[in-house]
T-cell receptor, first 115, second 113 residues
Framework: GAVVSQHPSRVICKSGTSVKIECRSL??????MFWYRQFPKQSLMLMAT?????????EQGVEKDKFLINHASLTLSTLTVTSAHPEDSSFYIC???????????FGDGTRLSIL | AQTVTQSQPEMSVQEAETVTLSCTYD???????LFWYKQPPSRQMILVIR??????QNATENRFSVNFQKAAKSFSLKISDSQLGDAAMYFC??????????FGKGTKLTVNP
């Protein structure tokens, strides 16, 4: 149980395009989802917290207009990297939880490369 | 602000031996959770073990156990009978009332055959 699916696993696109990453909880309802960014050989950096039906809460220093988050249902959250540039290239990971401080379950991540 | 410190960037262990990964944290909250996550080369984050701060008994999961010292704010992970598949990055994480996870910088574990 507690499976989180993240899609796509790998994206390569040209500078200036927008990229959407999906995060789905397959066998549970996720009241809260989290989006992280991980640079090579570094730890996970929390970008934003997403609650179903409400606006995402972004961490300090994360551009809201650059990283659009939509939590449309209890099983789906999306991260859209708008007008992506090479500096946005990174590994993005989502996690989901039923809430109540239950463990976060992570997706497999998305490797984003902007040329 | 809460911080999590993993002082060992890299560790190595012989197959079948025991290894302990260190983690300390700083918090003013009294009710929190602590976690160890494993990230193999595939980069999937796998929950290894979870400890509730108000429980004095150390959590165990098969070959994985923790030494939780609340007063010292220490939360080390012991891996017994190490296997090649245990090779990975290990992240210690803290969670308070906000549900956010605060991660340490990680320890890269190598298992030698």
């Amino acid at each position: 149980g507690a499976v989180v699916s993240q899609h796509p696993s790998r994206v390569i696109c040209k500078s200036g395009t927008s990229v959407k990453i999906e995060c789905r909880s397959l066998d549970f309802q996720a009241t809260t989802m989290f989006w992280y960014r991980q640079f090579p050989k570094q730890s996970l950096m929390l970008m934003a917290t997403s609650n179903e039906g409400s606006k995402a809460t972004y961490e300090q220093g994360v551009e809201k207009d650059k990283f659009l988050i939509n939590h449309a249902s209890l099983t789906l959250s999306t991260l859209t990297v708008t007008s992506a540039h090479p500096e946005d290239s990174s590994f993005y990971i989502c996690s989901a939880t039923v809430g109540g401080r239950q463990p976060q379950h992570f997706g497999d991540g998305t490797r984003l490369s902007i040329l | 602000a809460q911080t999590v410190t993993q002082s060992q960037p890299e560790m190595s262990v012989q197959e079948a031996e025991t290894v302990t990964l260190s983690c300390t944290y700083d918090t003013s909250e009294s009710d929190y959770y602590l976690f160890w996550y494993k990230q193999p080369p595939s980069r999937q984050m796998i929950l290894v073990i979870r400890q509730e701060a108000y429980k004095q008994q150390n959590a165990t999961e098969n070959r994985f156990s923790v030494n939780f010292q609340k007063a010292a704010k220490s939360f080390s992970l012991k891996i017994s009978d190490s296997q090649l598949g245990d090779a990975a990055m290990y992240f210690c994480a803290w969670q308070g009332g906000s549900e956010k996870l605060v991660f340490g910088k990680g320890t890269k574990l190598t298992v030698n055959p």
